[in-house]
């Protein structure tokens, strides 16, 4: 396992060709129909959609949850999404690093005195740093569901892009319950792989003490199917009914902070960079 450094902070310079004044209303967010991303969008959940399988996630958490990849701090983990545009985001065309700190800020406006609250915000996406260690975006990005029992149709573009996913055709997955036992907890439901589940392995086993709150918005923020449109809450538990409404005010900071007014991004480090040393210190294992 080897120690990166990434050294300063690379493309703090990037900004949008885009008005700074303009304004989005909550409704043109999340666009799958049209918009000028739309064809990239759309290709990367196709890929998602036919690839992702219960016996692919297995190997992914043999690939990925034993953390022995690189070590790294978490605010060059952080910088290093500037290298990283997200190819299923239809809102924002800009380097995920931006967003961290968009999100962070308007958390931190709005609940002052969560400072783990505020450190959720910066991190949620960092477990896409594994788009930079050659896992194909599919993999790594987009709206996350349930493997091993039926797609539900609230899933995005759920249409025909499971077509070529043989779970799809599997009798023993196509169920409702699948392979799953009626409200057993999401603890107990195997998701699509990708950045969620992986930042939340990452988080685990460096021993990091984000409150149970925080750990269920970073493991679930893409779970769009349950947090935004009620699906899948038959394998749910009383205590993931309980968490649903912390990961839907995660959200609201998640997708309605993506504007193209950028933060300063140095200007904000120095209080991040305390929130890290409190929650997630030192080099961590990834």
């Known amino acids: ?71 790294m701090a978490m605010m060059d983990a952080i910088m ?26 308007g958390i931190r406006k709005e609940h002052p005195d969560k ?19 050659d896992e194909p975006q599919w993999a790594v990005v987009g709206d996350t569901f349930p ?3 039926k797609f539900q149709n609230s899933i995005v573009f759920r249409g025909n892009t499971f077509i070529d996913n043989p779970d799809d055709k599997n009798p023993e997955y196509n169920t409702e319950f699948g392979i799953y036992e009626p409200n057993c907890g999401l603890d107990n439901v195997t998701m699509s792989w990708g950045h969620d589940e992986y930042l939340y392995r990452v988080m685990k086993y460096n021993n990091c003490p984000i409150p149970e709150e925080g750990l269920y918005m970073i493991r679930f923020h893409s779970f769009y199917p349950w947090h935004s449109h009620e699906d899948y809450m038959h394998l749910c538990n009383d205590k993931d009914l309980t968490m649903l409404p912390w990961v839907r005010e995660f959200n609201k900071f998640d997708l309605y902070t993506k504007t193209t ?26």
Request: proline fraction near 6%; charged fraction near 25%; aromatic fraction near 12%.
């Open 1 to 71: 396992m080897r120690v990166i450094n990434l050294g300063p902070d690379p493309s703090l310079s990037y900004r949008p060709n885009l008005d700074k004044n303009e304004v989005k209303e909550k409704e043109e967010y999340r666009n799958f129909e049209s918009g000028s991303l739309i064809d990239r969008v759309f290709n990367t959940y196709k890929l998602m959609h036919t690839n992702q399988t219960l016996d692919f996630v297995k190997q992914k958490h043999i690939d990925w949850t034993n953390c022995n990849h690189i070590q």
């Open 80 to 105: 290093s999404l500037d290298q990283l545009v997200d190819e299923s985001d239809p809102d924002v065309d800009f380097p995920n690093s931006f967003h961290a700190f968009q999100t962070a800020e």
């Open 115 to 133: 400072d783990w609250f505020h450190l959720v915000g910066l991190i949620h996406d960092v477990g896409k740093i594994m788009a930079l260690w």
């Open 147 to 149: 493997v091993g029992c």
């Open 261 to 286: 007014e950028l933060p300063d991004v140095e200007m904000l480090k120095p209080y991040y960079q305390s929130l890290i040393d409190k929650y997630c210190p030192g080099v961590l294992k990834w």
